[in-house]
């Protein structure tokens, strides 16, 4: 009987032991795992994105970054990551609270000071379109990505809010921004489509007309939000096609969407508004007047912000308005 029990009593802490290195294991593992997942990058690692020209090397989580693109300082702002240089010349006004003194002032957009760039010790630049021709003044001081709108709105800031959630850490963030984005762009689209209507995309300067077409910076009016263009022979000019009432009374579009370019740029001052210069008859005669389809968008969010979290905002807003 005490045999039987010595044996009994040994295939139970044998059992104990096979149990309790399995457990061990098994912490081991977990443990091996939860490193796995959340050591990812230290401050300061290399890592590679790609931008507008291709792969870069950057910092992980830089500490001094200098920004002349506006819609990489939107998205920056909604992921909680601060510039410590700027441009502070008509910047919009969802992104005053950084003419603060606190942040260099690096001028404008076009007319920026390499100097302050180069006093603010870059660990990173970002810039957009209106600085390419500098690109590499600015390698020179530090890497340097080519972020900013590619004429393709929505691609674009998919595309600058992904790079910017892979270098700061922020990937699921980004993610949760473009879908909500993605689905208001959804249903916009389902409204606008059945409409069935025709637009036409009026950028309005002291006092002069130019229509933009499918084929230019604001051609996602069409391409992307479902109108349909009144004119397929636009010119691709920056500034658009230069146009007259009479043009407009002739094509007569369902929805005119106005952008005061002269506010914009912050030199509308004694100059006449948009609203001011199409306050005449000829536009008065047209089915978007007649129906209350004049559009006047937010300037400084189409114009000058680009593709950012908040200017997405603003423009979806403004066409959700308008169809609504």
């Given at each position: 009987m005490k045999k039987r029990t010595g044996i009994i009593i040994a295939i139970i802490l044998v059992v104990a032991?096979?149990?309790?290195?399995?457990?061990?294991?098994?912490?081991?593992?977990?443990?091996?795992?939860?490193?796995?997942?959340t050591a990812k990058h230290q401050d300061g690692d290399i890592i590679t994105v790609t931008d507008r020209k291709g792969e870069v090397e950057v910092a992980y989580n830089p500490k001094n970054v200098v920004v002349l693109d506006f819609a990489s300082l939107d998205i920056m702002d909604d992921l909680g990551i601060e510039p410590?240089?700027?441009?502070?010349?008509?910047?919009?006004?969802?992104?005053?609270?950084?003419?603060?003194?606190?942040?260099?002032?690096l001028g404008s957009l076009k007319s920026y000071d390499m100097e302050a760039v180069a006093a603010a010790q870059p660990d990173l630049i970002i810039i957009e379109g209106r600085q390419e021709e500098a690109i590499a003044e600015f390698q020179k001081l530090a890497p340097t990505l080519y972020l900013g709108s590619d004429g393709d709105y929505f691609a674009s800031l998919e595309r600058t809010a992904?790079?910017?959630?892979?270098?700061?850490?922020?990937?699921?963030?980004?993610?949760e921004k473009l879908a909500s984005i993605n689905a208001r762009k959804e249903?916009?689209?389902?409204?606008?489509k059945a409409l069935n209507a025709t637009a036409l995309f009026l950028m309005v300067n002291e006092g002069s007309y130019g229509a933009q077409g499918a084929d230019s910076r604001f051609g996602y009016v069409y391409n992307e939000f479902g109108f349909t263009p009144i004119d397929t022979n636009i010119d691709d000019a920056t500034h658009g096609q230069e146009v007259t009432n009479e043009y407009i009374k002739e094509k007569n579009p369902d929805f005119l969407i106005v952008l005061d370019r002269t506010y914009a740029t912050g030199s509308g001052e004694g100059k006449a508004t948009?609203?001011?210069?199409?306050?005449?008859?000829?536009?008065?005669?047209?089915?978007?007047?007649?129906?209350?389809?004049?559009?006047?968008?937010?300037p400084t969010a189409w114009y000058i912000g680009g593709p950012g979290f908040k200017g997405a905002d603003v423009v979806l807003r403004d066409m959700e308005n308008a169809v609504k």
């Open positions: 032991a096979i149990l309790g290195v399995t457990q061990y294991k098994g912490k081991d593992n977990t443990k091996a795992n939860s490193d796995v997942e410590v240089a700027l441009p502070k010349a008509s910047i919009p006004s969802y992104l005053e609270k950084y003419k603060d003194d606190k942040y260099i002032d992904r790079v910017l959630g892979q270098i700061f850490g922020k990937e699921a963030e980004v993610e249903e916009l689209v389902s409204k606008t948009a609203q001011e210069t199409l306050d005449n008859d000829l536009i008065k005669s047209t089915d978007a007047y007649k129906n209350g389809h004049i559009i006047y968008v937010e």
